[in-house]
């Protein structure tokens, strides 16, 4: 069974451009969540889809948004990046309800100059 | 305070050694929790989920203490693989949905 796929593997962008970073869950799964881990700092919890709607958000600028389609693949989009969004961008898939654990992909490395 | 802590470490350790790890959470309604473990520059692996009873998978066990707002790790006869960082999560209501929140972790080290 295919985990959970992203891509692309590593994205480098310039200030101010906009990335578009990709997420499919594992078969079966209608949940996916996008986070944010920068070098040296835990995982910060960034958005939440769940069949197509967002069910929660973290702490993060309107500049963060992205979906759900109807497949329960998924995107992140950060547009008018800053340097400090430099960062390990990992999704994660898991089955709807409170208590089914996550499933990480390999992440997406955007480093931004 | 942070919604959940965990003493970075490193915890250093020789080969069959026992090593415990503690995580401890603000919000006393939080719901579920796990523990992952995660090797430098890749991403985090589920070890395990935690029940309110204890948990145990082969050489591991969860326990979580609702009353005291902690979970644990009991790692025992330690294999060198098992160096990585080791990171609780603790979901916990929010709007109606609850929402995950990963502890820093703790390093482990464990040396021949």
């Known amino acids: 069974e295919a985990g959970v796929t992203q891509s692309p593997t590593h994205l480098i962008k310039t200030r101010g451009q906009q990335a578009t970073l990709r997420c499919s869950p594992i078969?079966?799964?209608?949940?996916v969540y996008w986070y944010q881990q920068a070098l040296g700092l835990g995982l910060q919890f960034l958005l939440w889809?769940?069949?197509?709607?967002?069910?929660n958000r973290g702490n993060f600028p309107p500049r963060f948004s992205g979906r759900q389609f109807p497949n329960y693949s998924s995107e992140l989009n950060v547009n008018a990046l800053e340097l400090e969004d430099s960062a390990l961008y990992l999704c994660a898939s898991s089955l709807t309800g409170s208590n089914q654990p996550q499933h990480f992909g390999d992440g997406t490395r955007l480093s931004i100059l | 305070r942070k919604e959940v802590e965990q003493d970075p470490g490193p915890f250093n350790v020789p080969e069959g050694a026992t090593v415990a790890f503690n995580c401890t959470y603000s919000?006393?309604?939080?719901?579920?929790f796990f523990w992952y473990r995660q090797d430098c520059r890749k991403e985090p692996k589920l070890l395990m989920s935690v029940y309110s009873s204890g948990n145990e998978d082969g050489r591991f066990t969860a326990q979580l203490n609702r009353a005291s707002q902690y979970i644990s790790l009991l790692i025992r006869d330690s294999k060198l693989s098992d160096s990585a960082t080791y990171l609780c999560v603790v979901r916990t209501a929010s709007g109606g949905s609850y929402i995950p929140t990963f502890g820093r972790g703790t390093s482990l080290i464990v040396h021949p």
């Open positions: 889809y769940d069949e197509g709607e967002e069910r």
């Open positions: 919000n006393s309604a939080s719901q579920s």
């Open positions: 078969s079966g799964h209608t949940s």
